[in-house]
Antibody
Framework: QVQLVQSGAEVKKPGASVKVSCKAS????????ISWVREAPGQGLEWMGW????????DYAQNLQGRVTMTTDTSTTTAYMELRSLTSDDTAVYYC????????????WGKGTTVTVSS | DIVMTQSPLSLPVTPGESASISCRSS???????????LHWYLQKPGQSPQFLIY???NRASGVPDRFSGSGSGTDFTLKISRVEAEDVGTYYC?????????FGGGTKVEIK
């Protein structure tokens, strides 16, 4: 079955970077994209961007431009999201999700990775 | 950016009754191909979001037929007929017409 398995929880200090992984299985990795969405405590869902797993093209949310990098490794069918210059506002659960380019929606989600930014 | 507005914020429901959630967008989500780029998700307590409805009215695989989506342009509705206890959680609409993709603020459905 289609599955996205994310890396474990992280605790980082302000100013540090975090890199979250998302291992995909059960489908042809390069036929879809991977999108990243985060959920801060008590807040709703915020789309961060997506990467085309076929050609590596990316589209990031404007408010994260310059701090976020999304990549994929097709040999291991794994997607990565790196976020730099962390502040307490980046404390959130980070989800990866399979992204359907036709329709622009996410149909399968990972279980989430908690990232806590604290001094 | 397209702003998505949901109502109500909270929706207490009695099992067996129906429930409706409204979602409005700041601009039309109807594309030239005739599809409305509006999708629905349910986030159950302590879980990641799950996919319910795509392109306005199409149920995702495995979604019970008591869930239905309707609407066009800027006004959309998710209806749950015969609510069950397992339907509790926060429902989100999301527009897929253009990036950045944007979500509504969520509607929390709880059992009375």
């Amino acid at each position: 079955q289609v599955q996205l398995v994310q890396s474990g929880a992280e605790v980082k200090k302000p100013g540090a970077s975090v890199k979250v992984s998302c291992k995909a299985s059960g489908y042809t990795f390069t036929s879809y994209g991977i999108s990243w969405v985060r959920e801060a405590p008590g807040q709703g869902l915020e789309w961060m961007g997506w990467i085309n797993a076929y050609n590596g093209n990316t589209d990031y949310a404007q408010n994260l431009q310059g701090r976020v990098t999304m990549t994929t490794d097709t040999s291991t069918t794994t997607a990565y999201m790196e976020l730099r210059s962390l502040t307490s506002d980046d404390t959130a659960v980070y989800y990866c999700a399979r992204f359907r380019v036709w329709g622009y929606y996410m149909d399968v989600w990972g279980k989430g990775t908690t990232v806590t930014v604290s001094s | 950016d397209i702003v998505m507005t949901q109502s109500p914020l909270s929706l207490p429901v009695t099992p067996g009754e129906s429930a409706s959630i409204s979602c409005r967008s700041s601009q039309s989500l109807l594309y030239s191909n005739g599809y409305n780029y509006l999708h629905w998700y349910l986030q159950k307590p302590g879980q990641s979001p799950q996919f319910l409805i795509y392109l306005g009215s199409n149920r995702a695989s495995g979604v019970p037929d008591r869930f239905s989506g309707s609407g066009s342009g800027t006004d959309f509705t998710l209806k749950i007929s015969r609510v069950e206890a397992e339907d509790v959680g926060t429902y989100y609409c999301m527009q897929g017409l253009q990036t950045p993709l944007t979500f509504g603020g969520g509607t929390k459905v709880e059992i009375k």
